[in-house]
């Protein structure tokens, strides 16, 4: 994980962009905006520990807590506000593996136009009708989606490189369009008023 050097607006002395406190005076700093896992401290790649994300996430809150800035400047609280809002997003990147997939392919992911998935989403949506009144047939197919997707994030790599982002991008379309799938399942269970058995 790499971190920049910046200075302190504070004390002036030197310190590392990737933490909210200055190293030396102990002083909230300006957020300059750090990438997800550089911001959290976690390696970079696909399989992470999701419990060391958690404790990481949760003792950065902690330090940033409103309370503790009660007594603190206006520009200390815009600060302690900036870390917030940065370390809620990245961890809402880093927790949800589609969200961690595509910030590992880091660029913008086009919207589902591979002929491919486009044909599977049809054939899948019209099964959905066709098996809309057998609650088995519904369960099934379901367990049949959630399988589809457990492949898919076995095959993505852990680390994704210049090479991969291709593969990636095109694992990351197949997971969106199944999490999208998957929630229009759900729906179409509670509209039914289906009950897992």
């Known amino acids: ?40 401290h976690i390696e970079k790649g696909f399989s992470i520990d999701l419990k060391k994300l958690e404790r990481i996430y949760f003792d950065f809150m902690a330090r940033l807590h409103p309370d503790r800035f009660a007594r603190a400047s206006n520009q200390e609280k815009s600060f302690a506000l900036q870390w917030s809002s940065a370390f809620n997003d990245a961890y809402a990147k880093l927790k949800d593996p589609l969200k961690r997939l595509k910030t590992l392919i880091n660029e913008e992911v086009p919207d589902i136009q591979s002929p491919i998935i486009l044909q599977q989403a049809m054939e899948d949506q019209e ?20 399988k589809r997707i457990q492949d898919l994030y076995a095959s993505v790599p852990n680390s994704i490189g210049t090479q991969q982002k291709k593969e990636a991008s095109d694992l990351y379309l197949r997971l969106k369009y199944l999490d999208t799938l998957m929630r229009n399942i759900y729906s179409f269970k509670r509209k039914h008023a289906f009950t897992d058995s």
């Not at 607006?9 to 990737?18: A, K, Y």
């Not at 933490?19 to 911001?39: A, D, M, N, S, W």
């Not at 009708?129 to 379901?142: G, N």
């Open 1 to 40: 994980m790499s971190s920049l050097e910046v200075i302190c607006w504070h004390c002036h002395g030197s310190t590392v962009d990737t933490e909210p406190f200055c190293q030396r005076c102990h002083t909230i700093l300006e957020y300059k905006g750090v990438p997800p896992f550089e911001l959290l």
């Open 127 to 146: 099964k959905l009708v066709q098996i809309q009144r057998d609650h088995k047939a519904v369960q099934d197919f379901e367990k049949d989606v959630q």
